[in-house]
């Protein structure tokens, strides 16, 4: 079975390609090492994977010639690749636009022309906005998008549906609650807190850290990405996360409590386009993959500040 990762090189992408690999599959990953993060970041990912069974192609996803040659002899896609952060998307929504829509409408373009068996899209929690409904579920309305990144995301959605409805394309649409773990973005809260403490350095806090998040390990987000490309759904949405909010105050009193250092803390106003909460219904995933979390936060933070220190 060859399958075809992008993003494979950055945080989870590089956990999935990783998984693949133990199960015996050949891997074609695509990333094009862009500099949102240090690209030599990626390229330790890529070592840590790389073997016989495993094809590293850089290439940008908008770059519709490259893709078609990564092609060649694909049998499934887990699309992976985006460019991610909310409040960077503010900034150049129209990157943000280029690469999730328009790169996103490349790879459904040549699912099409190759007939693959099934395509996974790793969507976000950010496309439910400021959901009043809590826990999140499948079927709430979108009608809230807050930030130009969570409208890509409902935008590469909705290209996805389209492209079932008109071409059957076997499609399984992951909306991912805030990952953390080994090999991180390092933009992330989890890493650039535990950064920042380690080093004695203050970290921001905005909206008097009160917002929660559904803070989901890395292996747990590995597993249902996996399940889901198995499964090869005709057409499912499916929320992975952990089912559980952590106020941001305490996830810092538990990477206080893992580095056995104290934090300095700079209060600021709310930032746009944060939402106050994330909270995923897993039911459905339990239902339809046998999905259960089994990384709990306060095992979580250690694990990943043990990492931290060894890299």
């Known amino acids: 079975m060859s399958v075809l990762v992008t993003g494979g090189a950055g945080f989870i992408g590089s956990h999935v390609c990783e998984k693949l690999l133990s199960e015996g599959c050949d891997v074609v990953?695509?990333?094009?090492?862009?500099?949102?993060?240090?690209?030599?970041?990626?390229?330790?990912?890529?070592?840590?994977i790389e073997g016989e069974n495993f094809t590293f192609i850089k290439a940008d996803i908008r770059d519709y010639g490259v893709l078609e040659e990564a092609f060649k002899g694909v049998e499934s896609v887990i699309h992976l690749a985006a460019r991610a952060g909310i409040r960077?998307?503010?900034?150049?929504?129209?990157?943000?636009?280029?690469?999730?829509?328009?790169?996103?409408?490349?790879?459904?373009?040549?699912?099409?022309?190759?007939?693959?068996?099934?395509?996974?899209?790793?969507?976000?929690?950010?496309?439910?906005?400021?959901?009043?409904?809590?826990?999140?579920?499948?079927?709430?309305?979108?009608?809230?998008?807050?930030?130009?990144?969570?409208?890509?995301?409902?935008?590469?959605?909705?290209?996805?549906h389209a492209y079932h409805h008109l071409y059957g394309i076997k499609t399984s649409i992951l909306r991912l609650f805030t990952v953390y773990g080994p090999r991180g973005r390092p933009d992330m809260a989890v890493y650039k807190f535990t950064k920042l403490i380690d080093e004695g350095k203050p970290i921001q806090v905005y909206g008097?850290?009160?917002?929660?998040?559904?803070?989901?390990?890395?292996?747990?987000?590995?597993?249902?990405?996996?399940?889901?490309?198995?499964?090869?759904?005709d057409y499912e949405i499916l929320n992975l996360g952990d089912s559980n909010t952590v106020e941001l105050n305490q996830l810092i009193s538990l990477i206080e409590n893992a580095l056995e250092k104290t934090a300095k803390k700079r209060h600021l106003p709310e930032q746009p386009g944060d939402v106050p909460v994330t909270f995923a219904d897993i039911s459905k995933s339990r239902r339809k993959l046998g999905y259960k979390p089994k990384v709990l936060i306060e095992e979580g933070i250690p694990r990943f500040a043990e990492w931290y220190k060894s890299v």
Do not use: M, Q
């Open 29 to 48: 990953c695509v990333d094009d090492l862009n500099d949102f993060y240090s690209p030599e970041t990626k390229k330790k990912n890529l070592k840590a």
């Open 208 to 233: 008097g850290g009160t917002s929660k998040r559904d803070y989901t390990y890395v292996s747990d987000i590995v597993e249902g990405v996996v399940a889901a490309w198995k499964k090869k759904f």
């Open 88 to 160: 960077p998307s503010i900034e150049n929504p129209l990157l943000y636009e280029d690469v999730n829509v328009k790169g996103t409408l490349n790879l459904l373009e040549l699912c099409r022309e190759n007939e693959v068996d099934c395509l996974v899209f790793g969507s976000s929690s950010s496309v439910y906005g400021v959901n009043k409904k809590i826990p999140f579920s499948e079927d709430d309305r979108l009608s809230g998008p807050i930030s130009p990144y969570a409208a890509t995301k409902i935008a590469g959605e909705a290209l996805c």
